[in-house]
């Protein structure tokens, strides 16, 4: 399960995303998001959809890209639960999920994924 909330003040953009799961369905669902925001600008404008395309590649496949910096206070805040394939959660994660403030129904979905 993968949730982001983006917000923009001013010239600054702010993010709070959400995951849980495998990481290969998180993966196939931020690469399903793209994929439908990628063709909706195309059904608007194939030019920008172009633009689109070439500046998200930039922004994944360039290793100086500012989406590496971890050092860089993005305002971004991101909670993670991640599992391996096959393994299942105990009372024992879940409590400690929970104690760290994963929200509920990111714990739910995490279940039902298991």
Known sequence: MVKIISTVKG???FASVEMAGEISVIAAEIGGALSSA??????QDKNAAKKFRFLLTELVSNERSPMWDASKDSGTVCRAAIVREGEKLNGDDIADLLRRGMPKDIVKSLLEEM
């Open 38 to 43: 990628y063709n909706q600008i195309k059904a």
């Open 11 to 13: 010239t600054k953009a």
